[in-house]
């Protein structure tokens, strides 16, 4: 959207005849979002820093960053920390057990697709 510090004065009214019409399509696209039957698929990126074990091992894989209808193309972000959150299918993580290796490791796993993650 323009605004009017940001455009010069003769080509305002065009800036408004195109912010209007981002508005309406905008409506439209929330609309017709809003009807979708969706069909959620994955959006992965690759993440350097993501590790899923307290050693470090495995650094840098891919991971579920949120869903993207395929039909609508809606998106919908992915919330939770990885241990709430599993990063390989978006599922929920469940407490699974404790290690005592010098530190405490809690392990956590995913109730769908047995993912593990450890924290201290």
Same mark, same amino acid.
């Given at each position: ?8 004065p003769?080509?305002w ?19 017709e979002? &809003? ?42 972000k992915?919330? &939770? ?8 299918? &978006? &599922? ?22 047995g ?6």
């Open positions: 959207m323009f605004k009017k510090e940001e455009v010069p003769y080509l009214e065009k800036a408004l005849w195109i912010n209007g019409h981002i508005a309406l399509l905008k409506a439209c696209i929330e609309t979002q &809003g009807k979708c039957q969706h069909d959620w698929k994955k959006d992965l990126w690759y993440d350097e820093s993501y590790c899923g074990r307290v050693d470090g091992v495995g650094r840098g894989q891919n991971v579920v960053c949120g869903f993207r209808c395929k039909k609508c193309h809606a998106y919908k992915i919330g &939770g920390m990885p241990w709430e959150i599993c990063r390989k299918c &978006g &599922g929920k993580m469940k407490h699974d057990r404790t290690e005592n290796d010098g530190d405490k490791i809690f392990i956590h796993k995913c109730v769908d697709c993912h593990e993650h450890d924290t201290t």
